[in-house]
């Protein structure tokens, strides 16, 4: 069974501060990759970060980077230095290499505070 | 990017009547996906499809159908509506395997 767990369902930091959103992954799937989304209020559903389960390094996408830690089988977002932007919901999800579908935790809402 | 546009963009409707929500994309990707979302639960797959007339199951499936008659078009069905499907309905598609899914702006049903 295949299962994404993301214990913080809220989320403050002050801006320009850096912030890590926890996830934490469930399979026996040899080989995987690892996203996470981030969703404004405006509802869209947007690509952040990516991570192959046999990547060497820790992804990194310009403020986004992904903490990969696969014996413990975390990946946490770190975003570093907030701005209001940020101000979202934040989706962590994990896709088998066996298959194409995308398993989601249940969010964290993160809120940039001025 | 690839095009891809979910039609209608909101839609309420009764208990009991049935619905159909589009999803269009306007290159050849061979996978798209329903997922609907709902607080504390995140996105669940309903179905998807991995080509013309070739569709399978998600874990949320009961309720819906879906049809994909065209590359470009996957259609979800909700025969009868019931208040338990209110939410909000996300198509995807599968363009690159290191950028995962690109969605579609989303489709908010509230059954009533």
């Known amino acids: 069974a295949q299962k994404i767990t993301q214990t913080q369902p809220g989320m403050f930091v002050q801006e320009k501060e850096a912030v890590t959103l926890d996830c934490t992954y469930d399979?026996?799937?040899?080989?995987?990759?690892l996203f996470w989304y981030k969703q404004p209020s405006s509802g869209e559903m947007i690509f952040l970060i990516y991570?192959?389960?046999?990547?060497?390094q820790n992804a990194t996408e310009g403020r986004y980077s992904l903490n990969f830690q696969k014996a413990r089988k975390s990946a946490n977002l770190v975003i570093s230095a907030s701005q209001l932007g940020d101000s979202a919901m934040y989706f962590c999800?994990?896709?088998?290499?066996?298959?194409?579908?995308?398993?989601f935790g249940t969010g964290t809402s993160l809120t940039v505070i001025p | 990017d690839a095009g891809i546009t979910q039609s209608p963009r909101h839609k309420v409707t009764e208990t009991g009547t049935p619905v159909t929500l589009r999803c269009h994309q306007t290159?050849?990707?061979?996978?798209m996906y329903w997922y609907r979302q709902d607080p504390g639960h995140g996105l669940r797959l309903i179905h998807y499809?991995?080509?013309?007339?070739?569709?399978d199951k998600g874990e949320v499936s009961d309720g819906y159908s879906v049809s994909r008659s065209k590359t470009e078009d996957f259609l979800l069905t909700l025969e009868s509506a019931t208040s338990s499907q209110t939410s909000v309905y996300f198509c995807?598609?599968?363009?690159?395997?290191?950028?995962?899914?690109?969605f579609g702006s989303g489709t908010r049903l509230t059954v009533v």
């Open positions: 995807a598609i599968s363009v690159q395997d290191d950028h995962g899914y690109t």
């Open positions: 499809s991995y080509g013309v007339k070739d569709t």
């Open positions: 991570q192959g389960s046999y990547d060497q």
């Open positions: 999800a994990m896709r088998p290499n066996t298959g194409n579908q995308f398993y």
């Open positions: 399979t026996s799937d040899p080989s995987y990759g």
């Open positions: 290159e050849n990707h061979r996978y």
